[in-house]
């Protein structure tokens, strides 16, 4: 698609009423970019999605799309387009009539309205279904309807809010991966908005993470999955695994940790080390080798000794939860055919990879 725009937020702030549900918001999204709102409900995605399409107004800071300052621009204005998680199709109209409404309401000659809306409908495999209408769909075909009817209009910034929700488990997995196409074929600078993490993982290309109305971290999904800037990312992202220590030392090429249940080692220079503190060591379940108690320990984990709580058989690998001292600590087994588990009570051995831990300040 042509001219590919940048969005860009600056120290947006937003309150309903009394409450505070935007604090200093600062984005800045490339043209062309895929990038999803991620966070828990009430955590202000939707208000901000809604910001951009200017359907709420904030009480500071500056919104530009295209370089251009468009905080004061009314919606329909904007040259945006939104799809709403409910897809809002008309139910009296067909396919080709909610696709076409858009187009009719800016007075483009009919000629033009009927070759965007085949267009747009081709775009979403719907060419079939145009008489339909919305009932006669299913729920990914609505979908599709929603999007064909939003893309018609040829915005400049794609707003999704919660696209996939509405959509059964299996027909989510395969309706975002026709998202992703789609997006990529238009180049459209897209904005989306979940509560659901693999989701965002999935399908974007960055990712800003938002806890009660404060953007926590943005980055690229593996960047947030393996730098994580603290707890609540760390564990939005993914599960992982938290031990209390204490930094003595961190040299260009080592770093001393101090800690009740780690003990006092030495670890390989990682990225993000505090110089000196208290610090929470995370590392990721699928980090943690599991061998049967008092075998032998090489030198690439940091070995600790843990009894078995219980475990949840996931197919793929084995989740095992392990006490040690006064933690739990979450691991992760692949499983192949065969395989028997540890049992609960026994004692196991438990190797984390160095390279895999990471430190937040407490
Ligand atoms: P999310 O999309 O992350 O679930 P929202 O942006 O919908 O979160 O809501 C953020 C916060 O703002 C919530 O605490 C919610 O209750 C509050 N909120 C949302 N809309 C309104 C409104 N129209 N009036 C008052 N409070 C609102």
């Given at each position: 698609m042509q001219n590919k725009v940048k969005v860009e937020a600056r120290n947006i702030a937003m309150s309903y009423g009394k409450t505070q549900v935007l604090r200093d918001i600062n984005l800045a999204i490339e043209p062309g970019e895929f990038f999803a709102l991620l966070g828990?409900?009430?955590?202000?995605?939707?208000?901000?999605?809604?910001?951009?399409?200017?359907?709420?107004?904030?009480?500071?800071?500056?919104?530009?799309?295209?370089?251009?300052?468009?905080?004061?621009?009314?919606?329909?204005?904007?040259?945006?387009?939104?799809?709403?998680?409910?897809?809002?199709?008309?139910?009296?109209?067909?396919?080709?009539?909610?696709?076409?409404?858009?187009?009719?309401?800016?007075?483009?000659?009919?000629?033009?309205?009927?070759?965007?809306?085949?267009?747009?409908?081709?775009?979403?495999?719907?060419?079939?279904?145009?008489?339909?209408?919305?009932?006669?769909?299913?729920?990914?075909?609505?979908?599709?309807?929603?999007?064909?009817?939003?893309?018609?209009?040829?915005?400049?910034?794609?707003?999704?809010?919660?696209?996939?929700?509405?959509?059964?488990?299996?027909?989510?997995?395969?309706?975002?991966?026709?998202?992703?196409?789609?997006?990529?074929?238009?180049?459209?600078?897209?904005?989306?908005?979940?509560?659901d993490q693999e989701e965002a993982m999935t399908t974007a290309d960055r990712i800003a993470v938002l806890d009660q109305g404060v953007i926590q971290q943005i980055g690229t999904p593996m960047g947030l999955f393996d730098n994580p800037v603290n707890r609540f990312v760390a564990n939005f992202v993914g599960t992982i695994n938290f031990l209390p220590g204490s930094i003595r030392e961190a040299s260009r090429d080592m770093v001393r940790l101090v800690s009740p249940i780690l003990g006092d080692i030495k670890l390989p220079k990682l990225p993000h080390v505090p110089k000196a503190g208290e610090v929470e060591v995370g590392f990721r379940p699928h980090a943690v080798t599991l061998r049967v108690a008092d075998s032998a320990r090489d030198h690439e984990h940091v070995w600790l000794q843990g009894t078995v709580l219980g475990y949840e058989f996931?197919?793929?690998?084995?989740?095992?939860?392990?006490?040690?001292?006064?933690?739990?600590?979450?691991?992760?087994?692949?499983?192949?055919?065969?395989?028997?588990?540890?049992?609960?009570?026994?004692?196991?051995?438990?190797?984390?990879?160095?390279?895999?831990?990471?430190?937040?300040?407490?």
């Open positions: 828990p409900s009430g955590s202000g995605k939707s208000t901000l999605l809604r910001l951009i399409a200017g359907f709420n107004q904030a009480q500071s800071g500056q919104l530009l799309i295209g370089g251009e300052d468009i905080s004061r621009v009314p919606p329909w204005q904007r040259n945006v387009g939104m799809v709403f998680q409910n897809y809002a199709l008309w139910p009296h109209m067909t396919v080709w009539d909610n696709v076409a409404f858009g187009l009719q309401e800016r007075k483009l000659p009919k000629p033009v309205i009927e070759q965007k809306v085949a267009a747009a409908l081709a775009l979403v495999n719907l060419e079939d279904y145009a008489r339909r209408r919305p009932s006669q769909l299913s729920g990914g075909q609505q979908q599709r309807v929603a999007l064909a009817r939003t893309i018609a209009i040829e915005p400049k910034v794609l707003l999704l809010d919660e696209p996939l929700s509405n959509l059964d488990a299996k027909l989510r997995v395969h309706m975002r991966e026709e998202l992703r196409t789609l997006q990529r074929k238009l180049g459209i600078t897209t904005i989306f908005v979940t509560h996931l197919g793929e690998f084995v989740r095992y939860r392990i006490r040690v001292g006064d933690s739990d600590v979450i691991a992760d087994q692949p499983h192949y055919a065969g395989n028997a588990p540890f049992m609960p009570s026994s004692l196991v051995n438990i190797g984390i990879q160095p390279g895999e831990m990471r430190f937040i300040t407490a």
